[in-house]
């Protein structure tokens, strides 16, 4: 019988093969010696065994190490990836409550929003006798009127007469303007600082004073001197007195030179009528205040830049939304109170707007309709309409949460969708069953997915850590070896299998980064 047994160790590539080649015994060899040669073979096969083990143990750590297998394996990839540590926590959505809307005036509640809807920008909150009250959006609440100037002054006339046409709420008034007729005799805007106090003429000994400047200065600026030749100072002249006659021609009165004492009015400047005393039909004196006109700068501050937002977005154009008030702010504003069925006098006044950063649903009828209310009464209970979400962040974890960091909701039908940190508490709370934690509230970034829930309990996923572009491999791939590390067993092809040392690093989600020499991206790894 011929025997050839060899076998191979490679210490610089570290692997381990085993060579045999039996024949059959031939006739002549006898039965002893036969059992005493497969007892050799035997004992060969368990050192060559014994010898696999050891040199596959030793070269774990740095090196692979091939071994046949006959046994189904399962297989997974390595790959290249980014991984994310995500903490869950409990959380509950529903929305958030606020201040009820209050009546802005005494009356009768005439109509309300009904329980259950939705008011968005634009909307009717309530009427309140039949006048209503409409949400815009902002963070300021409402504290003044808007209109075209924070100052205003009252205009007083020194006309008799019953009055037959009067400037009306809104209407811009300037040089030259009729303001009012009494007795069918026209009343008329100039500009000046020191009000008509006396009847202006020409006299034997020319009257002087700074009226006089004053009504020169106009009737020039209006075109009564075309030839240039008026001496415009604080003297009534001849010429004067023709000017004046030009003036009272084109108005179609008396043409007598004279401007008596409540012909005219004067303004600083051109202003906005903000309010009328007095109604056609009604009889005035001397010394009663007529209208109410805006005077000094413009009216400005954040209040007036929502406003003007809340039009824009409402597709009123022609405004700048600067929180200056100007022409093409008082324009939108006529045109909407116009589509809104409010008196379009170019202002706003306070309890007819209610600013509110969102839409916002109605939980609840106050004052139902036929009810009196007085300013300030509770008409409607109201919450956000949007989503939100709460949630308790433990103390440990205080540093895991800002405002404005991007988080994952887990609705209760397994449905994720995104949100927002709103807000996150400043101090903590204790918590029932112990410990501390810090309230943080969440927007949904798409409030519609979470329709129809309320007090509904979420999963909150918050990234706590992460890392990217690793090369990883399932956890349940690695091996722990006895003497301290881990290796994985890489599929080297043709069914035999490699022990291959690795570096375990960053966990997540059932997988752990490795690092290794001998371990590439595409390369297949035993899985239990």
């Given at each position: 019988?011929?025997?050839?047994?060899?076998?191979?160790?490679?210490?610089?590539?570290?692997?381990?093969?085993?060579?045999?080649f039996?024949?059959?015994?031939s006739?002549?060899?006898?039965p002893?010696?036969?059992?005493?040669l497969?007892?050799?073979?035997?004992?060969?096969?368990v050192?060559v065994g014994?010898?696999?083990i050891?040199?596959?143990?030793?070269?774990?750590?740095?090196?692979?190490?091939?071994?046949?297998?006959?046994?189904?394996?399962?297989?997974?990839?390595?790959?290249?990836t980014?991984?994310?540590?995500?903490?869950?926590?409990?959380?509950?959505?529903?929305?958030?409550?606020?201040?009820?809307?209050?009546?802005?005036?005494?009356g009768?509640?005439?109509?309300t929003?009904?329980?259950g809807t939705?008011?968005?920008?634009g909307?009717?909150?309530?009427?309140?006798?039949?006048?209503?009250?409409?949400?815009?959006?902002?963070?300021?609440?409402?504290?003044?009127n808007?209109?075209a100037?924070?100052?205003s002054?009252s205009?007083?006339?020194?006309?008799?007469?019953?009055?037959?046409?009067?400037?009306?709420?809104?209407?811009?008034?300037?040089?030259?303007?009729?303001?009012?007729?009494?007795?069918?005799e026209?009343?008329?805007?100039?500009?000046?600082?020191?009000?008509?106090?006396?009847?202006?003429?020409?006299?034997?000994?020319?009257?002087?004073?700074?009226?006089v400047?004053q009504?020169?200065?106009?009737l020039?600026?209006?075109?009564?001197?075309p030839d240039?030749?008026?001496?415009?100072?604080?003297?009534?002249t001849?010429?004067?007195e023709?000017?004046?006659?030009?003036?009272?021609?084109?108005?179609?009165?008396?043409e007598?030179?004279?401007?008596?004492?409540?012909?005219?009015?004067?303004i600083?400047?051109?202003?906005e009528?903000?309010a009328?005393?007095?109604?056609?039909?009604?009889?005035?004196?001397?010394?009663?205040?007529?209208?109410?006109?805006?005077a000094?700068?413009?009216l400005?501050?954040?209040?007036?830049?929502q406003l003007?937002a809340a039009?824009a977005d409402?597709g009123?154009?022609?405004i700048?939304?600067d929180?200056?008030?100007?022409?093409g702010?008082k324009?939108?504003v006529?045109?909407?109170q116009?589509?809104v069925?409010?008196?379009?006098?170019?202002?706003?006044?306070?309890g007819e707007?209610?600013?509110?950063?969102?839409?916002?649903?109605?939980?609840?009828?106050?004052?139902?309709?036929?009810?009196?209310?007085?300013p300030?009464?509770?008409?409607?209970?109201i919450?956000?309409?949007?989503?939100?979400v709460?949630?308790?962040?433990?103390?440990?974890?205080q540093g895991l949460?800002?405002?404005?960091?991007?988080?994952?909701?887990?609705?209760?039908?397994g449905?994720?969708?995104?949100?927002?940190?709103?807000?996150v508490?400043s101090?903590?709370?204790?918590?029932?069953?112990g410990?501390?934690?810090?309230e943080?509230?969440?927007?949904?970034?798409?409030?519609a997915?979470?329709?129809?829930?309320?007090?509904a309990?979420?999963?909150?996923e918050?990234?706590?850590?992460?890392?990217?572009?690793?090369?990883?491999?399932?956890v349940s791939?690695?091996?722990?070896?006895?003497e301290?590390g881990y290796?994985?067993?890489?599929?080297?092809?043709?069914?035999?299998?490699?022990?291959v040392?690795?570096?375990?690093?960053?966990?997540?989600?059932?997988?752990?980064?490795?690092?290794?020499?001998l371990l590439q991206?595409?390369?297949?790894?035993?899985v239990p």
């Amino acid at each position: 019988m011929t025997v050839h047994g060899r076998i191979t160790v490679d210490q610089e590539e570290s692997s381990l093969s085993v060579d045999e080649f039996v024949r059959e015994p031939s006739e002549d060899v006898p039965p002893a010696r036969r059992s005493r040669l497969w007892l050799w073979i035997v004992g060969l096969a368990v050192v060559v065994g014994v010898a696999a083990i050891a040199l596959a143990v030793l070269a774990a750590n740095d090196s692979a190490t091939p071994v046949e297998t006959t046994a189904a394996l399962s297989f997974e990839s390595v790959v290249q990836t980014d991984l994310v540590q995500v903490d869950s926590f409990d959380g509950t959505l529903g929305t958030e409550s606020g201040d009820p809307v209050n009546s802005p005036t005494s009356g009768t509640v005439t109509s309300t929003a009904a329980v259950g809807t939705t008011v968005e920008q634009g909307d009717v909150f309530l009427t309140v006798n039949n006048e209503p009250v409409l949400l815009f959006y902002g963070d300021l609440p409402a504290y003044r009127n808007l209109t075209a100037t924070e100052d205003s002054l009252s205009l007083v006339g020194n006309a008799s007469g019953v009055v037959t046409e009067i400037a009306t709420v809104g209407q811009a008034i300037s040089e030259g303007d009729v303001l009012y007729r009494a007795g069918g005799e026209p009343v008329v805007v100039m500009y000046g600082d020191v009000p008509a106090y006396r009847t202006l003429r020409d006299l034997d000994e020319n009257m002087t004073g700074d009226d006089v400047l004053q009504l020169e200065t106009a009737l020039v600026a209006l075109g009564y001197d075309p030839d240039g030749l008026a001496a415009v100072d604080t003297e009534f002249t001849d010429y004067t007195e023709t000017m004046v006659e030009r003036w009272q021609e084109d108005l179609g009165v008396e043409e007598d030179g004279i401007v008596q004492l409540g012909d005219i009015i004067f303004i600083p400047e051109e202003a906005e009528v903000l309010a009328v005393s007095v109604e056609v039909g009604q009889s005035v004196a001397p010394g009663q205040p007529i209208v109410t006109v805006s005077a000094g700068d413009p009216l400005q501050g954040d209040d007036v830049a929502q406003l003007e937002a809340a039009l824009a977005d409402l597709g009123y154009s022609g405004i700048t939304v600067d929180g200056v008030w100007d022409a093409g702010t008082k324009s939108a504003v006529l045109a909407w109170q116009e589509d809104v069925g409010l008196e379009a006098d170019g202002a706003v006044d306070l309890g007819e707007v209610v600013f509110l950063p969102s839409p916002v649903r109605v939980n609840d009828v106050l004052a139902s309709v036929g009810t009196s209310v007085n300013p300030g009464s509770p008409v409607l209970a109201i919450s956000s309409a949007d989503k939100s979400v709460t949630f308790d962040l433990p103390a440990a974890d205080q540093g895991l949460v800002a405002v404005g960091q991007d988080v994952n909701i887990e609705l209760p039908d397994g449905t994720d969708t995104p949100g927002t940190v709103t807000s996150v508490a400043s101090v903590a709370t204790a918590l029932q069953g112990g410990g501390a934690a810090f309230e943080v509230k969440i927007v949904l970034d798409d409030p519609a997915v979470a329709a129809g829930l309320d007090e509904a309990p979420v999963d909150v996923e918050v990234v706590a850590d992460s890392v990217s572009n690793v090369m990883a491999i399932p956890v349940s791939a690695l091996v722990a070896l006895a003497e301290g590390g881990y290796a994985v067993e890489v599929d080297g092809g043709n069914g035999v299998i490699q022990l291959v040392a690795v570096d375990p690093g960053f966990y997540a989600d059932g997988m752990v980064e490795v690092t290794s020499d001998l371990l590439q991206v595409g390369d297949r790894v035993v899985v239990p």
